[in-house]
């Protein structure tokens, strides 16, 4: 029998009560491990609201790594689990584990839909991944069938095609600069941006490409964390309004252009050429063209994209990484997925 802890938010003090919001995942798969007959418990930051479902688990409430220690101290786990990771906070929380010989796992929302997806790593999550950067050269026929089946699912609700309506087969376009380019822009608070981009204003990342290219026409999509008031103004640039579904006019766009976001990913799942910025999931994957903001070419014509090692990636994310929220709630798909092998079931 293996014994499991959840961390959530332990020695976090940037409001830690957001990690309630993940908490349905570890508890769907907290109720899988149980029936496989292991044992569940929970460290949960205090600040967190108590949900019914907790009930049904051991839990203690763990505020700093003091407490986390004493708890440690005092009872012997297998594996341990933290959601993100990349906060001074989680890293301290993955050494005093680690430090007790816990093997540790980290969480993070998927990609395809974000919402109710999530996936597991050994390493890390986004930039960290245990699969940063290798090379997916082929997409096995298997591989092929089920991102085909979920591209379609994806597709047809982004955007917003009838049920009998199939979107068109993978292949991601050319970059078409006659039409404006999308910029969709990042919360500056995330992870992402304080710990992996070359841009730490998304006012000094519009002015980049503004001046840098003063002959393209660029649609920058603000986060709704930084209104348009406090972004730069330039005769080339106009903002979208957050009202405006981003997917439905996407083929408006002849290129898209951000740092490290969920949203270029979706872009990509939508044939859509990606130029990106920072370091992120699909760094060094083929799935980007990427940039550096310190060397920029003089123009973007020369974007290009290998389809193929686009949809090998795409089709490993879809098809090894991610899973789907309900089935952490069956014992049966937790131990034949890939997590069960990093768990040892």
Known sequence: MNSYLFTLAVGVQDRPERWGSVSGYYLNLARSLQRLGHRVTFALNPQIRSRKAFAAHECHGVADHAALDELLSGERFTHAFIWGGRLDADRETRARLEAHGVKVLFSELGWFPQAGTVYFDTSGTNAEVSFSGRHYDDCLPAARKEFNKRRREFYRKKAGLGFFASPPPFAIKAPDLDKPILVPLQDESDTNITLASPFRRMAEFVDCLAQS????????????????????????????????????????????????????????????????????????????????????????????????????????????RQLFKPDLRSARQVRKSYLGDLLGL
């Not at 026409?217 to 640039?237: D, G, Y």
């Not at 976001?261 to 980007?288: Q, R």
Request: proline share 6%; hydrophobic share 45%; no cysteine.
């Open 213 to 320: 290219y003063p002959a393209y026409r660029f649609v920058v999509r603000p986060h709704p964390s930084a209104p348009v008031a406090n972004l730069p103004w330039h005769a080339n640039v106009s903002y979208q309004e957050s009202s405006v579904d981003v997917y439905r006019t996407m083929a408006d766009f002849g290129l898209v252009v951000g740092i490290n976001s969920t949203l270029l990913l979706e872009a990509a799942m939508m044939n859509m050429p990606v130029v990106a910025f920072g370091k992120g999931i699909g760094t060094g994957t083929g799935v980007f063209h990427e940039l550096e903001a310190g060397d920029l070419p003089d123009g973007l014509e020369q974007v290009g994209i290998d389809s193929r090692k686009a949809e090998a990636y795409l089709a490993f994310l879809i098809g090894q």
